[in-house]
């Protein structure tokens, strides 16, 4: 960056409206009309809180067969592994779902504005069939299916919006599918879709079909529905797999906060006073590279807090460490930085040459830290389930973010600080004490 002086300080004052903008609107929230787009991160419903903090409901299933056969251990396992599935797909990830008892499941959801639909939902046993009309044996089933997303799309004739289930078949469905489509398109008859043995849908298989069937391993379920929450939410239940058993359920009861109501706001003044005393530290110990540095921070909270009033998350005490240890991730990166260039100050170089040999330097450290750490966050959000998740999830966004703040925003205000004239080596010096020497 070597733009002149009056440039670099138009970019600077901009960055810096920049940085107060994306604080403000996480802070506040944004409004298109009459309408809420963002909202604050301190608004209420603009993230969801987990049972730890906000308390919610508790749910108990007992399984059941058709043939009144007993419920077998293993087959509760399977229903288990489902139920943290579709919790997962639905976004609740700090969800609880374990067994009580032979027969029975317990789920504990985040405060939630209709618990008892959600019971329902999850209650859903989501056996997904393809039959030839008129045939008692499917010709797929759900076990031939990769994934199942909810959407909508525009009728042709009507330009009604109307809502489906779009499913992508494995190697083996997509065979299938288009074997039995072709059969149904040679002998002019309908596949009925079903879920639970409720005809859905009975679409018809144009006759243009008929010699290879329909090609590409994909379907959709377009029955009767009436809102995206449908379709979304019987594609997040055929996607986590149909249940072993069928389930009613037994009970349903609210579980209080366990760390109390007003958990969440110590954590999070606790939290505030922390950033603002590594702030401090930071400004007095690297002084202009810090004041730099602390710019940066502000704007990767500013970012961090958008992303979890859009992304909809569920926040818990974990997730909350997750933030407090990205943080740590992005001042320990801004701290490699300054004491590369420190060292590169010290042989003798100007403050820009420090700068650029500085993070050169630093490079590979910094991306060594950060990219075995999120490579950690995608391990425990594969394999792992509720508060677990939430902890991967929030540490994995901040250290990405923390990532780019140390590497790209940090560096841009050096280069603008040295191009606006702070370039003098005396004010890039570390240390505490009258001299500073580097």
Same mark, same amino acid.
């Given at each position: ?20 903008? =994306? ?10 009309g ?33 043939? %009144?056969?007993?419920v077998?251990?293993?087959? *509760? ?45 999850? *209650? ?19 076990? %031939? #299916? ?32 288009a ?18 043995? #409720? #005809? ?42 149909? =249940? ?9 009861? @609210? ?19 922390g950033?603002a ?10 002084r ?5 540095a602390?710019?940066? =921070?502000?704007?990767? *909270?500013?970012?961090f807090?958008l ?16 933030? #407090?240890? @990205?943080?740590?991730?992005?001042? %320990? ?5 300054f ?72 560096r *841009? ?5 040295t ?16 001299d500073?020497?580097?």
């Open positions: 960056m070597n733009y002149s002086k009056t440039t670099s300080v138009v970019w600077f004052v901009l960055a810096v409206l920049v940085i107060a903008l =994306l604080l403000t609107v996480s802070l506040t929230g944004f409004e298109a009459d309408s809420k787009v963002i909202g604050g991160i301190f608004e209420k419903d603009t993230v969801r809180l987990g049972l730890d903090l906000a308390g919610g409901s508790s749910i108990t299933y007992q399984a059941y067969t058709n043939d %009144d056969s007993a077998q251990s293993e087959g *509760m396992d399977d229903v288990l592994e489902v139920m943290r599935n579709r919790l997962d797909n639905a976004g609740y990830t700090e969800a609880l779902a374990y067994r009580n008892g032979d027969d029975m499941i317990v789920i504990e959801l985040p405060s939630i504005d209709d618990p008892t639909t959600a019971a329902l939902d999850f *209650m859903q046993t989501a056996k997904l069939e393809f039959r030839i009309h008129g045939q008692d044996k499917a010709a797929l089933t759900g076990e %031939d #299916v990769e994934s199942a997303k909810g959407g909508y799309y525009s009728d042709e004739k009507t330009g009604e919006v109307k809502y489906a289930v779009f499913l992508t078949f494995n190697d083996a469905g997509a065979t299938k599918f074997e039995t489509t072709k059969y149904c398109a040679s002998n002019n008859m309908t596949l009925d879709i079903l879920v639970d043995d #409720v #005809v859905i849908s009975s679409p018809s298989v144009s006759s243009e079909y008929s010699t290879y069937g329909i090609t590409g391993g994909k379907a959709e379920i377009s029955g009767s529905f009436t809102t995206f929450e449908q379709v979304n939410s019987l594609a997040n239940n055929i996607d986590a797999g149909a =249940l072993r058993y069928n389930l009613r359920q037994v009970s349903m009861e @609210s579980v209080n906060a366990s760390l109390g109501e007003n958990a969440l706001r110590i954590s999070l003044i606790a939290g505030g006073i950033l005393l590594v702030i401090l530290f930071m400004i007095l110990y690297y202009v590279s810090g004041a730099w602390a710019l940066s =921070l502000i704007g990767y *909270m500013a970012v807090f992303v979890l009033s859009i992304g909809k998350f569920n926040l818990t005490l974990t997730g909350i460490a997750g933030i #407090v240890l @990205s943080i740590g991730m992005a001042v %320990d990166a801004n701290v490699v930085i004491e590369r260039m420190k060292e590169e100050i010290r042989g003798g170089k100007t403050v820009k040459a420090s700068i650029k040999s500085g993070f050169k330097r630093a490079l590979w450290a910094v991306l060594d830290s950060n990219v075995t750490t999120i490579i950690a966050c995608v391990v425990l959000y594969i394999f792992g389930s509720g508060t677990i998740r939430g902890f991967a999830l929030t540490l994995g966004i901040g250290v990405i973010i923390s990532l780019i703040s140390s590497l790209l925003v940090t *841009m205000f050096l280069y603008l600080g191009n606006m004239g702070i370039s003098d080596t005396k004010f890039y010096k570390a240390g505490f004490g009258g500073r020497n580097a």
